[in-house]
């Protein structure tokens, strides 16, 4: 399971360095000319695991907040985009799969169940914490949320004012292409600049 996510994560640093959207975004979207694949990315995911992995060695309150905040930062990360499909008031193309008219209480049970473990994990472990044994969860959650905000509205160095959202590397059916497109994908790019 820990290769997994770690392979994961290392597509989605690839995927956001390769937009520009990290710091170290030249460094991390290298792709290996040997493999193929994002080494550089690869190695980043695989030290970030290791220092949170560190953690552990600080205590159990320190690892126990490390894994509620994954369970915080993941259901958050689903809560947005429910949320934003049923309360963001446009019209809907359903895709291939849907629940039909179970889409809406299937996302409003989803929605309670989320927001109600979410609120379970922050919760300290004892009826009187200390600072020893209090859980941590939300401190650092909203450190990580204040944090991503000054990144990207920090004035003139904030993502605000420079991203301009992800970099399309296909043509889309239908679409006749477009500039900000070049119709291949990032590795053939890369090779294509190796030849040059």
């Not at 473990?117 to 009187?128: D, E, K, L, M, Y």
């Not at 200390?130 to 941590?136: F, H, I, L, S, V």
């Amino acid at each position: 399971m820990g290769t997994s996510i770690v392979t994961a994560c290392s597509r989605q640093i690839f995927a956001f360095s390769r937009d520009g959207a990290l710091p170290g975004s030249g460094f991390l979207y290298r792709i290996n000319k040997h493999t193929g694949t994002p080494v550089n990315s690869v190695i980043f995911a695989a030290f970030g695991a290791l220092c949170l992995g560190l953690l552990a060695f600080a205590g159990p309150t320190a690892i126990s907040a490390i894994f509620s905040l994954a369970v915080t930062g993941q259901y958050t990360a689903y809560i947005i985009p429910i949320s934003s499909r049923f309360f963001g008031g446009q019209e809907w193309s359903p895709g291939p799969f849907n629940l039909g008219i179970w889409g809406r209480p299937v996302a409003y049970i989803t929605l309670l169940w989320m927001i109600f473990t979410i609120t379970v994990v922050a919760f300290p472990t004892t009826s009187s914490p200390t600072g020893a044994d209090m859980n941590y969860t939300a401190p650092v959650f909203g450190a990580v949320i204040i944090l991503s905000a000054l990144y990207y509205y920090l004035p003139v160095y904030g993502g605000y004012y420079w991203f301009k959202g992800p970099k399309a590397n296909v043509d889309t059916v239908g679409s006749g292409g477009d500039d900000s497109s070049s119709g291949v994908s990032a590795v053939e790019e890369f090779e294509k600049e190796g030849k040059n």
